[in-house]
């Protein structure tokens, strides 16, 4: 059972990557979708992010993101961990949380276990080298559920983010 998480943690896991795709391949009939959240807009640059931002904002406005909101996260979650892992020179892979928990510190896991719930079956960004994990995905969550959170914005999360391994 260990070897085979051992072996599973071996491989990245392309499946986030994968969802970054579905922005661009899946249309909304909301013209500010149409028009802001495509391939043209959505880049992988930093500033891209302050449209996601917009994004967010615009989604939460409407009456039935809440039931979509787990939907919402993972789209905006792995593309903001693609332009955090494209900006850091793919410093981080994409893992799934279950696969990673075999190489997590205790104080790492017991710092997860209350969010355990939101995020066991989503991808989160881990470095073999600098063994950190970052998790786009929950941050997104809060994000969209306007849960407090210790970013302001997507920008700012990635932003601090790409910032830190630059020093």
């Known amino acids: 059972m260990i ?13 986030a990557e994968a969802i970054v795709e579905v922005f661009f ?5 909301d013209e500010w979708e149409r028009e802001n959240i495509n391939a043209d807009q959505l880049d992988f640059s930093l500033e891209s992010l302050k449209l ?4 967010i904002q615009h989604i939460v406005s409407t009456e039935y993101y809440k039931r979509f909101v787990m939907t919402y996260s993972s789209r905006v979650g792995t593309y903001v961990g ?11 892979d994409w893992y799934e949380y279950v696969d990673l928990i075999l190489v997590l510190s205790e104080e790492e896991l017991e710092s997860h276990s209350r969010f355990y719930d939101v995020y066991t079956y989503q991808e989160l960004l881990y ?3 600098t063994k950190e994990t970052f998790m786009p995905l929950y941050v997104a969550f809060q994000m969209i559920i306007q849960e407090p959170a210790n970013y ?4 700012q999360y990635a932003d601090e983010v790409i910032q830190k391994q630059k020093l």
């Open 52 to 55: 996601i931002d917009e994004f």
């Open 127 to 129: 470095s073999r080298k």
């Open 82 to 92: 693609e332009v955090i892992r494209r900006k850091t020179g793919s410093l981080y």
């Open 152 to 155: 302001q914005s997507m920008y």
């Open 25 to 29: 391949l899946d249309p909304s009939e």
């Open 3 to 15: 070897w085979d998480k051992l072996l599973r943690f071996q491989k990245k896991n392309s499946e």
